[in-house]
């Protein structure tokens, strides 16, 4: 029951009615309207501006020394070690004598190579005695035919005729003799092969043979065994392959510092010396040869070492927070905002330093990124952006 009181002060109770077992409640005049949801509220993101930057940093790489020069040595003539005198480990000179040979054969070649220059030599004397005797004959001749009918016309010619075979005798001979030459200087040097010698300082590191053993050329230089391995270990090449991302900056007299396993507190330096300017298809990497000095020879041919290779753009990049950059399957991307809403922009990545990272793609200065990018954030998402400063 409701009471309403007018101006005349007179109270009119109006009687409420409940019907149907006073389960329904009866509103009088109005009648009512469907209620409607409440738009929902936009993501927030925390976002951050891309800069552009030249990053430096460094990263180790895996390298490999190997020494400067090496060498497998074999004979150049089949015959037996009467002498050698260097084993594992010899420190050796240039041109010192390493391994000698004897072979008869070649002292009898050369012995007869000896003798024929020698009945070449013998025979060239001859035909320019002949000769020499022919063309004073000749001359006299000559002389003599001044006078009418004192030489017949016939003896003249057959003197000329002759000295000229005689020249003729005398070239042949020449020419025999300098064969003989070239012939006993092929034997001398098949006889100085037997004697092995150094062709540049360094260390033997690795010996095969030894005395009496016969030896000859290599056929084949897949299965021959050297007689003796020298290698240059004052002066290494240390070898890196750079990764393609971080070719950018390389230049020659650079040093670079690198550490082997042998002396992990131990620094050592090398500077850029040779750069390959070649990519290889299956690794995606360059080879680099660094310059080492191993005058103390604590490095040792063959070792695994570890670089500090230093990385720095020549011009300014776009930069971003790793956490900004986020892949899937198919993509890495970082998510931009504009007009509110979100973009997906497929990107690469460079150099990182501490927590930012380089990236390649459709990005400007200023573009506001996702600061913690995930790819349940899907493109055209609305979102509300505030900065790191707000969102603390």
Not at 108 to 120: D, E
Request: include cysteine.
């Amino acid at each position: 029951m409701r009471t309403i009181q007018t101006n005349s002060s007179i109270s009119v109770t109006f009687a409420v009615v409940l019907a149907a077992g006073g389960t329904g409640l009866f509103m009088g005049c109005s009648q009512s309207k469907p209620v409607q949801a409440a738009p929902e509220e936009s993501r927030q993101v925390v976002v951050r501006p891309v800069v552009e930057q030249r990053l430096e940093t460094s990263l180790t790489l895996p390298a490999e020394l190997t020494p400067f020069e090496s060498v497998a040595i074999y004979p150049k003539e089949t015959g037996f070690i009467q002498w050698i005198g260097v084993d594992r480990g010899s420190r050796v000179r240039k041109g010192q004598v390493l391994v000698r040979l004897t072979a008869p054969e070649i002292d009898a070649r050369r012995a007869q190579g000896q003798a024929q220059l020698q009945s070449a030599e013998s025979q060239l004397g001859a035909a320019q005695a002949k000769l020499a005797s022919d063309e004073a004959t000749s001359t006299h001749l000559q002389d003599a035919a001044k006078t009418p009918g004192v030489v017949a016309g016939n003896d003249l010619i057959v003197a000329q005729k002759t000295v000229e075979a005689d020249r003729a005798n005398v070239k042949a001979s020449e020419e025999n003799v300098n064969a003989a030459h070239q012939a006993l200087e092929s034997y001398t040097t098949m006889q100085q092969y037997l004697q092995v010698t150094a062709p540049f300082d360094g260390t033997i590191t690795e010996r095969n043979v030894h005395t009496g053993a016969l030896v000859g050329p290599s056929t084949d230089s897949a299965t021959a065994v050297p007689m003796v391995r020298l290698e240059m270990t004052d002066h290494l090449r240390l070898v890196v392959a750079v990764p393609q991302t971080y070719l950018n900056g390389i230049s020659k007299g650079q040093d670079v510092a690198f550490t082997v396993p042998a002396y992990p507190n131990r620094k050592f330096t090398g500077s850029i010396a040779r750069i390959s300017d070649a990519v290889d298809q299956q690794t995606r990497t360059m080879p680099v040869e660094l310059d080492v000095k191993n005058r103390d020879r604590l490095l040792t041919p063959g070792t695994y070492a570890q670089v500090l290779w230093l990385v720095h753009r020549t011009d300014a990049s776009l930069v971003v927070p790793k956490t900004a950059i986020a892949s899937d399957l198919e993509h890495t991307f970082v998510i931009r905002i504009r007009n509110n809403k979100t973009e997906w922009v497929n990107v690469q990545t460079g150099i990182a330093k501490d927590d930012l990272a380089e990236v390649f793609g459709e990005l400007r200065p200023g573009d506001l990124v996702v600061l913690r990018a995930t790819d349940e954030l899907r493109p055209e998402t609305a979102v509300r952006a505030v900065n790191e400063n707000q969102a603390k």
